[in-house]
């Protein structure tokens, strides 16, 4: 009777850890430990993000500021008023009638450039104004792909986080298992040794993952002008939106739309004007005057003078004899007109080196998301299953069962690696060429 008892108690054990090991193969889901968030709009927060952001402001105002000296550049210098009086006696200068020469004297002066000159100005005033205002457009380019990066890395957090949560309770399962197995004989202490050690390394990542998703949340209020303890939602799955445009239409669109692009042929536009300017600058510029004089009848024993009014015109300019200062500003441009066209070639350089390698990475993600999916993974999760069964049976050790738990996990872990990669490198596609390339990421179908 004792014996048929311990036989039951056996079989009982056997019945609890044949359940266990089927549940844990579908381990419940890990509840939050915090009320769930709505979920973050990509779109919303790139325009919170432009909007607010007070770097990007900065940059409008400087563009602004320098736009506004554009009509100063071109205006003509104010004229001059003068008032005088002219050859009055030093004893009594107020009396006009004792000398024919006397006179009060009102004249206007207006100091004109050489012609061209004030219309070259005006330009070097503005393509400066322009490569300032394509800055700005630049630095929100910059933003934007910055905050895309910021929430694509976010998802990828919160997926890690998701998939050890998973596998923690996957591992209390296993811990649960050995120790019955071992209790009833058909396990050994080291198993339970090394799940536990798993289960605490898994607990490391957490923490790890816990604190990295915190960075991302700092990162993306710093971006968003936003104190640093405002809470971050989660980020929806999505598909992985295709690239349709070839090498070289990116190039093109590149060398089209980039505001980088636009800002440094403006000021290579400013240099050549300048020069044109400096070479300008040998002729004189002028100052043309008008005098009226107002004279009083001078009557004495010598002379009588009815005391007619006066009129003077002339004219003034300078004599542009200081040749080797404007061959020093016609060099300067020069090189000025120079440097900007090297730095935009070698911007360009840039620019079709990132799109190559960006697309290399685009292509090997894709690839990978789509062996992920498509193989690896569910060949994994067979993997799994069957040696869980095995392990039932005795057919495997802990060690292999352990294995293929932490194969799957990893390459879990690699497709939303993958995914979230692919999502920024498009980003940085997108700032390389100045443009919107995809429409905003669907919903995910996995």
């Given at each position: 009777?004792?014996?048929n008892?311990g036989n039951?108690l056996?079989?009982k ?6 359940l266990?090991m089927l549940?844990?193969?579908f381990p ?6 915090k ?6 709009n ?5 325009t919170a993000a432009v909007?607010?952001?007070?770097e ?7 563009w602004q500021m320098?736009?506004?000296r554009v ?9 001059m008023?003068?008032?005088k009086?002219q050859n009055?006696p ?5 009396v ?7 006179a009060k004297?009102?004249?206007?002066s207006?100091?004109l450039?050489?012609?061209g000159?004030r219309?070259?100005?005006r ?5 400066e ?6 800055a700005?457009?630049?630095?929100k380019l910059e933003l ?5 990066e ?7 957090a ?6 050890v949560?998973k ?5 209390s399962?296993?811990i649960?298992?050995?120790?019955l ?5 058909q396990?050994?202490q ?5 799940a536990g050690?798993?289960k605490?390394?898994m607990?490391?990542m957490?923490?790890t993952?816990?604190?990295?998703r915190?960075?991302l949340e700092a ?6 002008s936003r104190t640093?303890?405002?809470p971050v939602g989660?980020?929806?799955?999505f598909?992985?939106?295709p690239l349709?445009?070839s090498r070289?239409?990116?190039?093109t669109k590149?060398t089209?739309e980039?505001p980088q692009?636009k800002s440094l ?6 240099a050549?004007t ?7 600058e ?5 100052n ?11 009557s ?8 007619d009014?006066?009129v ?7 004599l542009p ?8 500003m016609v060099?300067?441009s020069?090189?000025?007109s ?6 935009l ?5 840039s620019?079709?080196y ?5 697309l290399l ?5 894709r690839?990978l998301?789509e062996?992920?999916?498509g193989?690896?993974?569910p060949?994994?999760e067979?993997s799994l299953?069957?040696a869980?069964?095995g392990y039932?049976?005795?057919?495997v050790?802990?060690?292999t069962?352990l ?11 690699e497709?939303?690696?993958s995914?979230?990669e692919y999502?920024m490198?498009?980003?940085q596609?997108?700032?390389?060429t100045?443009?919107d390339?995809?429409a905003?990421p ?5």
């Amino acid at each position: 009777m004792i014996k048929n008892y311990g036989n039951r108690l056996l079989m009982k054990k056997h019945s609890a850890l044949f359940l266990l090991m089927l549940f844990s193969l579908f381990p419940a889901p890990v509840r939050a430990d915090k009320v769930k968030l709505p979920a973050e709009n990509l779109t919303a927060l790139v325009t919170a993000a432009v909007t607010n952001n007070p770097e990007l402001k900065a940059s409008e105002s400087r563009w602004q500021m320098f736009a506004s000296r554009v009509k100063q550049a071109g205006a003509l210098d104010d004229p001059m008023v003068m008032f005088k009086i002219q050859n009055t006696p030093a004893s009594d200068p107020l009396v006009f009638n004792r000398d024919p020469q006397s006179a009060k004297v009102i004249g206007i002066s207006q100091q004109l450039p050489f012609w061209g000159k004030r219309g070259l100005r005006r330009d070097i005033a503005r393509y400066e104004a322009d490569s300032y205002r394509w800055a700005f457009e630049e630095r929100k380019l910059e933003l934007t792909r910055m905050v895309k990066e910021s929430y694509y890395q976010l998802w990828a957090a919160d997926k890690g986080l998701e998939i050890v949560g998973k596998n923690l309770q996957l591992l209390s399962n296993f811990i649960t298992i050995t120790e019955l197995k071992y209790s009833v004989g058909q396990g050994v202490q080291q198993d339970i040794f090394k799940a536990g050690l798993e289960k605490s390394k898994m607990v490391e990542m957490q923490i790890t993952l816990q604190q990295q998703r915190k960075s991302l949340e700092a990162t993306l209020n710093y971006l968003l002008s936003r104190t640093g303890d405002t809470p971050v939602g989660p980020v929806a799955d999505f598909t992985l939106p295709p690239l349709t445009l070839s090498r070289e239409q990116l190039n093109t669109k590149a060398t089209e739309e980039r505001p980088q692009v636009k800002s440094l042929g403006s000021l290579k536009e400013k240099a050549d004007t300048s020069r044109r300017l400096a070479r300008r600058e040998f002729y004189p510029d002028f100052n043309f005057s008008l005098e009226y004089m107002i004279r009083d009848a001078v009557s004495t024993e010598m002379t009588t003078d009815p005391g007619d009014n006066m009129v003077s015109l002339g004219v003034t300019f300078n004599l542009p004899l200081q040749w080797e200062k404007r061959q020093a500003m016609v060099g300067e441009s020069t090189f000025e007109s120079v440097m900007a066209n090297e730095e935009l070639q070698a911007l360009k350089n840039s620019i079709s080196y990132t799109i190559n390698e960006t697309l290399l990475q685009l292509d090997r993600r894709r690839k990978l998301v789509e062996l992920y999916k498509g193989g690896i993974i569910p060949q994994a999760e067979h993997s799994l299953q069957s040696a869980l069964i095995g392990y039932r049976v005795g057919k495997v050790d802990f060690l292999t069962l352990l294995d293929n738990r932490m194969t799957l996990f990893n390459y879990e872990r690699e497709l939303y690696e993958s995914q979230a990669e692919y999502m920024m490198k498009l980003a940085q596609l997108e700032a390389a060429t100045g443009s919107d390339l995809t429409a905003t990421p669907g919903p995910s179908t996995r």
